[in-house]
């Protein structure tokens, strides 16, 4: 698991050594090349890696910018050239909430813990619908960026990352959409709401840790692709959106957490809307478990990024 | 030691086959020939066949002990057929794909442009793609509005900065793509076959910046086919062949180094050329080039030619087969398809398919031209062969009143008449 050889390393080298040889530039070259004092100093080396690499997430940071276009890209895009636009982001969850209040709500009587059952599923299906997209999301974004990947050279965590993230916009505006239906229902949040952001951080850290690992195999299985829609059906139904998990007893509830996304909507539930009691060593299951695919996606994203660019 | 800009030691870049011609594979393949391969490959042994059982898991090294430096300031072009490994050095420089071996270092802020446009989204407008694909070639948002109204100037095309640009026209669309690359301002630049997009003056636009660039002490390390504009830019020329590095000096020996290697492999007959490109489907095993006078590789400018092409086998109806007419200097003169075009067929017993292309006139300028050939099906290429013939065109016997003049100045003869009152 360590790093054998370094592959492609960028530092800077002691700056008195690298600026005093350079050649001085020809007169009258315009004013704007003149500005570039560490320029000199940046050495990239290039050699093969083998095995485990380091996710050399301090590249990641310096291409923050790059992330932020690429975001920027993928909802600026989306939003010209869908008709509904924004709707799009409201009208998902809405519908599957329309639908489960009807069949598990009135005709199969699912009980909700005493909530609103429209509420109730409402507050589980708004970060279940950001994870789920971001999955997707991800999952596909470098099959979809191989003209990108063959032609210019950056950390490739960018895509899966700025993929999930774009989401984000989507997820702020049904949670508006949740807080109305909150206000009709006259349901006021709890003070707990001021963990809501944590179960958020954990619903991206899952499905960007499930995306990296799915992108980087879609890249040599495009089976991966057909599998997404499915899979991400069955984990809905292994996930307490249409049912409360306090169907379960202990210890079962606890093992239940198990499933991160289980663990992020019951935390959204407890948030949000003060149903159950705060979902302890659940939420800690969930969040361990999220760490672990994250973890071992990136490192499995890492490994396999040097044949990206020959195989997509 | 501070001026070597670029530093290549032992650099080699292995593919696998199967990574090249399937691309990518399906879960189900992967699984299957976990479990058939290791059989089919004892089948092969035990039928003798011990190259093709190695040849299930072939591999071929792209690039292969390659080693060169460049010194900062230097323009070194980089020559060498298809498939040569110019373009997996570019990549692997790039750092878009990594090396199988050896080692390389650059110095210095560098920035490639193996494409121009890299990244442009067609929904989004000339303005937004300046930001989007100037952060994809590595420039910072500040530097982006700094130099934006010079990207914009150099394209030309301030009245559309707000418009989406797949309203844009082609040249538009590259003028701006190229505009972006052109403000870079790397120390190390690596430009791939970029300039052969575009129109002529595009080409002249972008060739001129290279120089300007070149001028202010940038290195660039130059892929190109264009041999005139290597000997015009390049101050040094390394000529790769095979993945190897064959030819390391001047860029004018460079280029004579590289015509003489054509003009080598163009003796050879096509049927033994093992430098080949393509699945190997149907394979051109005759290529002639017969004039007027019966001479095979002498051509008389004006008269009638015959280019003879034998193809086995072919397999398809639906084969194509086409051939290129290069100058000296790897320009491209002209092409010659049977696609969209109805060939009288007969088929010959002997398997081989013999296409011939009549030229009732032909009118090229004198000198010595280079063939490409190729044969190409719905499933993609069949075969390749790059520089297959080399042949002369000679200029009309003296004896033979001209019904017009031979031009000294470019290649082509058009058949007119002069008046004058």
């Given at each position: 698991?360590?790093?054998?050889?370094?592959?492609?390393?960028?530092?800077?080298?002691?700056?008195?050594?690298?600026?005093?040889?350079?050649?001085?530039?020809?007169?009258?070259?315009?004013?704007?090349?003149?500005?570039?004092?560490?320029?000199?100093?940046?050495?990239?080396?290039?050699?093969?890696?083998?095995?485990?690499?380091?996710?050399?997430?301090?590249?990641?940071?310096?291409?923050?910018?790059?992330?932020?276009?690429?975001?920027?890209?993928?909802?600026?895009?989306?939003?010209?050239?869908?008709?509904?636009?924004?709707?799009?982001?409201?009208?998902?969850?809405?519908?599957t909430m329309v639908v489960f209040s009807l069949f598990f709500g009135k005709l199969a009587k699912m009980p909700s813990d005493e909530l609103p059952y429209p509420v109730f599923s409402l507050a589980a299906l708004v970060p279940w619908t950001f994870f789920a997209n971001a999955l997707a999301q991800s999952s596909d974004s470098l099959v979809g960026s191989s003209n990108l990947i063959k032609k210019v050279y950056f950390p490739r965590l960018v895509i899966p990352i700025s993929a999930s993230l774009a989401g984000l916009i989507d997820f702020s505006i049904a949670f508006v959409v949740l807080m109305c239906m909150m206000l009709g229902f006259g349901i006021a949040p709890t003070w707990n709401v001021i963990f809501l952001p944590a179960f958020l951080v954990l619903a991206y850290t899952t499905s960007l840790g499930v995306g990296l690992w799915l992108s980087a195999l879609n890249v040599q299985f495009r089976d991966v692709k057909y599998t997404i829609p499915f899979m991400t059906q069955l984990w809905m139904f292994a996930t307490p959106i249409a049912y409360p998990s306090s169907l379960l007893s202990e210890p079962w509830r606890t093992v239940y957490g198990l499933n991160p996304m289980a663990g992020v909507v019951e935390g959204f539930r407890w948030a949000l809307l003060g149903s159950g009691q705060a979902p302890g060593p659940m939420i800690l299951i969930s969040a361990a478990v999220s760490v672990c695919i994250l973890c071992s996606g990136a490192f499995y994203f890492r490994r396999m990024e040097k044949s990206f660019a020959d195989v997509v | 030691m501070n001026d070597i800009a670029i530093t290549v030691e032992d650099l080699g870049k292995q593919y696998?086959?199967?990574?090249?011609?399937?691309?990518?594979?399906?879960?189900?393949?992967?699984?299957?020939?976990?479990?058939?391969?290791?059989?089919?490959?004892?089948a092969l042994l035990a039928r003798g066949h011990a190259a093709a059982a190695h040849s299930?898991?072939?591999?071929?090294?792209?690039?292969?002990?390659v080693s060169f430096e460049v010194k900062r300031g230097e323009v070194l072009g980089v020559i060498g057929r298809n498939g040569a490994g110019k373009s997996t050095l570019l990549k692997v420089l790039t750092r878009i794909t990594e090396p199988t071996a050896g080692f390389a270092q650059l110095r210095g802020?560098?920035?490639?442009?193996?494409?121009?446009?890299?990244?442009?989204?067609?929904?989004?407008?000339?303005?937004?793609?300046?930001?989007?694909?100037?952060?994809?070639?590595?420039?910072?948002?500040?530097?982006?509005?700094?130099?934006?109204d010079e990207i914009v100037d150099f394209a030309e095309i301030a009245k559309f900065i707000d418009t989406p640009v797949k309203h844009y026209s082609s040249g538009m669309y590259l003028r701006l793509a190229f505009a972006v690359a052109a403000n870079l301002d790397p120390d190390i630049l690596l430009v791939d076959e970029v300039l052969a997009v575009g129109d002529a003056e595009f080409q002249r636009k972008c060739l001129?910046?290279?120089?300007?660039?070149?001028?202010?002490?940038?290195?660039?390390?130059?892929?190109s086919h264009n041999l005139g504009a290597v000997q015009g830019l390049c101050t040094r020329g390394i000529v790769l062949s095979n993945g190897q590095l064959t030819f390391d000096g001047a860029a004018t020996n460079a280029v004579q180094e590289y015509l003489n290697s054509l003009e080598k492999s163009a003796a050879i007959g096509p049927a033994e050329r093992p430098d080949r490109r393509g699945s190997g489907v149907s394979r051109v095993v005759g290529f002639d080039v017969v004039g007027s006078n019966g001479i095979p590789g002498i051509v008389v400018c004006g008269e009638r030619v015959e280019f003879v092409i034998d193809v086995v086998p072919v397999v398809d109806h639906r084969v194509n087969c086409a051939f290129t007419i290069y100058d000296q200097q790897s320009n491209p003169i002209t092409h010659f398809t049977t696609r969209n075009v109805s060939v009288d067929r007969e088929d010959r017993a002997s398997g081989t398919t013999r296409f011939s292309c009549d030229v009732g006139q032909f009118l090229l300028v004198p000198g010595r031209y280079r063939v490409n050939v190729a044969i190409q099906s719905d499933e993609g290429l069949l075969d390749h062969i790059e520089s297959v013939m080399s042949f002369d065109v000679l200029p009309p016997e003296v004896s033979v009143q001209p019904r017009y003049s031979i031009p000294r100045i470019g290649q082509i003869v058009l058949p007119h008449g002069w008046n004058a009152q």
């Open positions: 698991m360590t790093n054998v050889l370094p592959d492609t390393v960028e530092e800077p080298a002691t700056p008195g050594s690298a600026n005093g040889d350079v050649p001085p530039r020809p007169q009258g070259a315009p004013a704007a090349l003149a500005p570039r004092t560490d320029a000199h100093d940046v050495v990239t080396r290039i050699a093969p890696s083998r095995g485990w690499v380091s996710l050399k997430l301090h590249e990641v940071w310096e291409y923050r910018e790059l992330l932020f276009f690429l975001i920027w890209r993928d909802v600026k895009v989306r939003y010209k050239q869908t008709v509904l636009g924004v709707l799009w982001a409201i009208l998902q969850p809405l519908s | 696998h086959i199967g990574h090249v011609q399937t691309r990518y594979r399906t879960l189900r393949e992967s699984i299957t020939d976990v479990f058939v391969s290791p059989f089919r490959k004892a299930l898991h072939e591999s071929f090294w792209a690039l292969r002990n802020r560098v920035a490639s442009l193996l494409e121009v446009g890299t990244g442009f989204h067609p929904e989004l407008t000339g303005r937004e793609n300046v930001y989007l694909n100037g952060s994809i070639l590595g420039m910072t948002r500040r530097e982006i509005q700094r130099k934006f001129g910046k290279m120089g300007d660039v070149a001028s202010q002490g940038r290195t660039i390390l130059f892929v």
